[in-house]
């Protein structure tokens, strides 16, 4: 209703031009800023006990889409699979991701601190990737970057079920639903800013 609403408030007041289309993206988007502040502050108990499970997850998020598919798609070559390459890759990444999804099946871990630990070590695959772009010509082949892709799909599965299983037990059970929503907002966050921080290995 919100969104019907602004759009019969932005067509009535902005004229039509490329102008007024950008008058009303910043109209939404402030919108939606001061919604999101007004529902941090209206569920500021339960962002405070969820908080390092939401910052888990956006940590993860912003390595990920930092490295995935940005570095993956500009900065990787092979003179072997040639235009498979990026193919594979992205399937690898892709299919482990899935894995660490479904691992939580067979393995849940339950120790917070551990599990937002591991989302801090993932920093080190930003040196890693760096590595494979600029280090000796052994870690610039096929098989290292292949490794580190499907690790980091591996890790970005298995942790973000954790952490959005963990979440909601951390909790009142009254209140277990409305953690699961603060959760995809921290996971919003996280998917902007690795959105943003990707364009760098384009730059």
């Not at 919108?31 to 006990?49: A, D, K, P, Q």
Request: with cysteine; hydrophobic share 55%.
């Amino acid at each position: 209703v919100l969104v019907s609403m602004l759009r019969i408030l932005t067509k009535a007041v902005f004229p039509q031009d490329a102008d007024g289309l950008r008058k009303s993206a910043y109209l939404y988007f402030f919108t939606s800023i001061v919604f999101m502040v007004i529902c941090i502050v209206l569920y500021n108990n339960i962002v405070g006990t969820v908080k390092w499970y939401g910052f888990g997850i956006v940590l993860i998020y912003v390595v990920t889409l930092s490295i995935f598919p940005g570095y993956i798609t500009e900065d990787v070559h092979s003179l072997v699979l040639k235009d498979w390459y990026l193919v594979l890759l992205i399937t690898g990444y892709n299919v482990f991701d899935l894995v660490g999804k479904s691992l939580t099946a067979v393995y849940l871990l339950e120790n917070a601190k551990v599990a937002i630990s591991a989302c801090v070590v993932r920093l080190l695959f930003f040196p890693l990737f760096i590595g494979c772009l600029h280090g000796p010509q052994l870690f610039r082949t096929e098989f290292p970057v292949s490794l580190l892709t499907c690790l980091l799909g591996l890790t970005n599965g298995y942790l973000t079920s954790v952490l959005m299983i963990m979440a909601p037990k951390s909790i009142q059970i009254q209140h277990a639903e409305t953690s699961g929503i603060v959760m995809v907002l921290f996971l919003v966050v996280g998917l902007a800013s690795g959105s943003v921080i990707a364009w760098f290995w384009v730059i």
